[in-house]
C-alpha cells in the first residue's frame, strides 16, 4: 500500500489574530499595523489612515470577533476533529507601544483563556510570532523593520511569551510569509518606508534597500529568538514560514529556464536558505546586486544567523506561476503578483491559478532542498458563498474540491517520501481578507454571518465544507468523496 499521512499528522486550520480577533483597543491593547489600514475591494487598494478617520472601515477593529466567540470557534474546530490551530499573537496585546517596560497582564489573559481551551479539546496551539502585527507606535518612531533597534524589542515580546506559555505552546514560527520582504507586496509587513504615510497602499512608493535591509533584521531577530527558545525549553520547535510561489517556465527557452531559476532562487529559496540552512546562499549577492540593493550587516550577524536556525520548513500555498522572457506572453489578469497565464490552470474569483499537483511538486523541491520536517499552514479557496435561498445552507462545492485535489496531491507527495507533519487550511473560519480588506472573499469551513459593510450578527454556521473536512480528518486523508 503507498505512504499516507502519519496516524500524528497535525490535521487543523489556521487564522490570524488581526484577521479575527476584532477588539482592537480592549483590554489595553494597542494599535497595530493592520489597525490602521482601510477595508478595499477586489480591485480597489487598501488605505493606510493613521488618523482613523470615521468615514473609513478599518476591518480588523471588530473583525469577527474572535476575542468573545473563540469559545464557540473552537468547539467547532474540536467537532471537525482538529488537531492543531495556528494563530498569532498580537505583540500590541502584549506590549501596546512595542517599549512599554512591563508586559500587559491583561493581554495575556486572553491567550490564556484562549490556549487553555484549545488544548482542553486535544488541539495544538502553533502561534506565529509575528502575522503583520507591529506596533503601529513602532512604524511611527523606528519606520518600523527599517530600523535594527526594533530588533531587540521584538526578542523581548518573543521571550515572555516562551517564558509564560512554553508549558502550553510547543509549535512556534517566526515571521509569517517573511519572503515577501523580496517581493513588493503593499504595508503589512511595516519593511517598506511607511513612517508618516497614509493613502492606498499602490501609492506607497517602492524602496528595494529598505525593504531588503528590514528583511535581515526580520532574519537576525527570527534568529535570535530561536536560539533563545532552544537554549531555555529545548523540547520547543520553531519554524521559518514563506509563502511558497512556485514557478514553471512558461516555454523550454533556455532564457525562460533561467529566468525560472533565479526567481524560484529569489523567491522561493533564499529565505529557507537563510533560516533553515544559518547563511546567505552565493547566489544571493548577484541578485541583490541586480536589484540595487546592499545589506548592511553588523559584525557578529554571521554567528546569530549559523546559531538561530529553525527546525521545520512551513508555508502558506496558494498558487503557481510561469515564468516569461516574452514581452508579449499573456498576462493573468489579478493575479496577486502578475506572472504570465498557465493555460492549463483555471483561477479562483480573484485570479489566483488554482493547482494541486503545484503543491506536490513544491513539497517535493522543499522536502530535497532541506530535509526538515514540512507544515503546509495556509492553503484554500477564496471564494464568494451565496447561501441556497432552498434551505439557506452554503453548498461550497467548489471549496471541497479544490481541498480534495490539495489533500490528494499532499497524500502523493508523502508516497514520493516527503516528511509532511501538518496541514491547516487558511481562514477555516470565515475572516478579513489581508490584500483587500473584504469579508466577501470566504475560505472558511464556517461561515460568518459579518458583510462589507460592518453588518451582520456574527453568527457561525457550518457549511458543506465543514462535514467534508470532518470526514477527511476522521479518516485520517482517505475518505475524500
Ligand atoms: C497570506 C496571509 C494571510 C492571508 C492569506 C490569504 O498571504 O498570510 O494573512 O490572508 O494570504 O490572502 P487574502 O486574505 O488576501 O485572500
Not at 486550520?13 to 494597542?30: M, R, S
Not at 507606535?137 to 523581548?156: H, M, P, Q, S, T
Not at 529545548?234 to 514553471?248: E, N, R, T
Amino acid at each position: 500500500m503507498s505512504a499516507q499521512f502519519s496516524e500524528n499528522f497535525f490535521w487543523g486550520g489556521a487564522i490570524a489574530a488581526n484577521q479575527v480577533e476584532g477588539a482592537w483597543d480592549i483590554d489595553g491593547k494597542g494599535a497595530s499595523m493592520p489597525d490602521v489600514v482601510t477595508n478595499g475591494a477586489h480591485g480597489v487598494p487598501r488605505r493606510v489612515e493613521p488618523s482613523l478617520d470615521p468615514s473609513y472601515l478599518y476591518p480588523s477593529h471588530d473583525a469577527i470577533d474572535f476575542y468573545h466567540r473563540y469559545e464557540e470557534d473552537v468547539e467547532l474546530f474540536a467537532e471537525m476533529g482538529f488537531k492543531m490551530l495556528r494563530t498569532s499573537v498580537n505583540w500590541t496585546r502584549i506590549f501596546p507601544t512595542g517599549e512599554e517596560a512591563e508586559p500587559n497582564e491583561a493581554g495575556f489573559a486572553f491567550y490564556d483563556r484562549l490556549f487553555d481551551c484549545l488544548l482542553a479539546h486535544g488541539i495544538q496551539p502553533l502561534i506565529t510570532l509575528s502575522h503583520y502585527e507591529l506596533p503601529y507606535a513602532l512604524v511611527e518612531k523606528y519606520n518600523g523593520w527599517c530600523d535594527r533597534r526594533v530588533i531587540e524589542l521584538f526578542e523581548r515580546f518573543c521571550r515572555v511569551l516562551f517564558d509564560r506559555y512554553h508549558d502550553r505552546v510547543k509549535w512556534w514560527l517566526t515571521f509569517n510569509e517573511v519572503n515577501c520582504d523580496l517581493l513588493y507586496t503593499g504595508a503589512f509587513n511595516s519593511t517598506n518606508n511607511l513612517r508618516g504615510f497614509s493613502g492606498p497602499l499602490d501609492t506607497l512608493v517602492d524602496s528595494p534597500q529598505e525593504r531588503i535591509q528590514a528583511m535581515h533584521h526580520q532574519f537576525v531577530a527570527s534568529a535570535r529568538v530561536t536560539r533563545y527558545a532552544h537554549e531555555h525549553y529545548p523540547d520547543l520547535k520553531i519554524g521559518c514560514m514563506i509563502v511558497a510561489l512556485p514557478d514553471y517556465p512558461y516555454t523550454p527557452n533556455p532564457d525562460d529556464v533561467l529566468a525560472t531559476q533565479r526567481q524560484m532562487r529569489m523567491i522561493n529559496w533564499l529565505c529557507p536558505d537563510v533560516q533553515i540552512r544559518g547563511y546567505y546562499p552565493s547566489y544571493a549577492k548577484r541578485l541583490f546586486r541586480e536589484l540595487g540593493v546592499e545589506v548592511r550587516m553588523e559584525p557578529g550577524d554571521a554567528e546569530e544567523l549559523r546559531a538561530g536556525t529553525v527546525d521545520f520548513y512551513s508555508c502558506s500555498y496558494y498558487m503557481t506561476f510561469c515564468v516569461s522572457t516574452d514581452p508579449n506572453a499573456p498576462i493573468t489578469e489579478g493575479s496577486l503578483l502578475g506572472g504570465v497565464k498557465n493555460p492549463y490552470l483555471e483561477v479562483s474569483d480573484w485570479g489566483w491559478q488554482i493547482d494541486p499537483k503545484g503543491l506536490r511538486y513544491m513539497l517535493n523541491e522543499v522536502w530535497d532542498r532541506y530535509q526538515v520536517p514540512i507544515m503546509v499552514v495556509e492553503n484554500g479557496l477564496g471564494a464568494y458563498d451565496e447561501k441556497d435561498p432552498a434551505d439557506g445552507c452554503i453548498h461550497d462545492d467548489y471549496r471541497i474540491s479544490y481541498f480534495r485535489e490539495h489533500v490528494r496531491q499532499m497524500g502523493e507527495a508523502i508516497d514520493d517520501g516527503v516528511d509532511l507533519i501538518a496541514y491547516l487550511p487558511w481562514g477555516c473560519i470565515d475572516l478579513v481578507s489581508l490584500s483587500t480588506g473584504e469579508m466577501a472573499k470566504r475560505y472558511g469551513f464556517i461561515y460568518v454571518n459579518k458583510f462589507d459593510d460592518g453588518t451582520g450578527d456574527l453568527s457561525r454556521e457550518r457549511k458543506d465544507s465543514f462535514y467534508w473536512y470532518q470526514r477527511c480528518i476522521a479518516s485520517n486523508g482517505r475518505g475524500l468523496g
